[in-house]
């Protein structure tokens, strides 16, 4: 058990302008845990604008980035010419984000470990950080 209030949360996402989400999810065998179309209307009456279709471990307590990383690459290691390959159909493209929100200023190590740029890399996944500082040591 972590002693820490930081949370993290990892997602992979594949956006684009208009794809069939079913597809993704079959030719994966993985159900998302969030997808948006591009003609869903937000709680602003606006138009979302794009697709979605991805998978995000939730938050959890950690201080460490590639604790949250591992849970997503093991799901999808193996699948790394699946994924190209779906980002070339679809076109559209992967994102890696990281939220991170740091509490009482326990901020996590954030080392992007070769196998997560080596994965990334295959997959034309870029790589992004939400930081959030919500309270700080006093």
């Known amino acids: 058990m972590v002693n820490t209030e930081t949370e993290i949360s990892v997602n992979i996402t594949l956006s684009g302008d208009c794809f069939?989400?079913?597809?993704?999810?079959?030719?994966?065998?993985i159900n998302p845990t969030y997808k948006?179309?591009?003609?869903?209307?937000l709680g602003n009456g606006k138009v979302?604008?794009?697709?979605?279709?991805?998978i995000g471990t939730g938050y959890e307590k950690s201080l460490d980035i590639e604790d949250q990383f591992?849970?997503?690459y093991s799901l999808l290691k193996y699948k790394e010419i699946v994924l190209a390959n779906?980002?070339?159909d679809c076109n559209a493209e992967?994102?890696?984000v990281f939220v991170i929100k740091i509490e009482n200023g326990d901020v996590p190590a954030m080392v992007i470990p070769k196998?997560?740029?080596e994965f990334c890399y295959k997959i034309g996944a870029?790589?992004?950080f939400d930081t959030y500082v919500l309270s700080a040591r006093e």
Do not use: P, Q, S
């Open 20 to 29: 069939d989400l079913e597809y993704v999810t079959n030719t994966l065998g």
């Open 36 to 41: 948006r179309n591009n003609t869903e209307i």
């Open 48 to 54: 979302f604008g794009y697709t979605e279709w991805g």
């Open 70 to 72: 591992l849970k997503i």
């Open 86 to 88: 779906l980002a070339i």
């Open 94 to 96: 992967w994102h890696i």
């Open 115 to 117: 196998e997560m740029i």
């Open 126 to 128: 870029e790589i992004g």
